[in-house]
Structure formats: structure tokens, C-alpha cells
């Protein structure tokens, strides 16, 4: 048996590549802490969030209307 270990990435490099931010299409990075997406670029509408969290492995991006 394996244990998790604080340093791996809870979604893969491949993923991250791909995802923009749904509201200003700019890439996203992972956070220093890894718990969530954070967008890398400027959002002209005051209500993007700009960070996306991280649930399961899967990113919340869901923009709220």
C-alpha cells in the first residue's frame, strides 16, 4: 500500500494545460497550496472570482449567472 504524499498534483499536467478561465479564457495555474485553479488573467468583470476550487480531482468551474 501507497500513501498519498502532500507533493502530487490533484490534476495532471495534461489537464492543466487545457483549462482557461470560463469567464476571461486566460490560462489557469495551480495554487500554491493545490487546493484550487487560479486564473493568470485579467477579468474586466468585477464578479469573476479568478480562483476555481478543486473537488475530487475535478475543477468547479462553473461560472454563476
Given at each position: 500500500?501507497?500513501?498519498?504524499?502532500?507533493?502530487?498534483?490533484?490534476?495532471?499536467?495534461?489537464?492543466?494545460?487545457?483549462?482557461?478561465c470560463?469567464?476571461?479564457?486566460?490560462?489557469?495555474?495551480?495554487?500554491?497550496?493545490?487546493?484550487?485553479?487560479?486564473?493568470?488573467?485579467?477579468?474586466?468583470?468585477?464578479?469573476?472570482?479568478?480562483?476555481?476550487?478543486?473537488?475530487?480531482?475535478?475543477?468547479?468551474?462553473?461560472l454563476?449567472?
Amino acid at each position: 500500500m501507497s500513501d498519498a504524499t502532500t507533493n502530487e498534483k490533484p490534476i495532471s499536467d495534461e489537464l492543466l494545460a487545457i483549462l482557461v478561465c470560463p469567464r476571461s479564457k486566460q490560462k489557469v495555474a495551480l495554487s500554491k497550496d493545490k487546493t484550487k485553479l487560479v486564473c493568470q488573467g485579467r477579468c474586466e468583470d468585477a464578479k469573476c472570482p479568478r480562483e476555481y476550487r478543486i473537488e475530487n480531482g475535478i475543477p468547479v468551474m462553473l461560472l454563476e449567472d
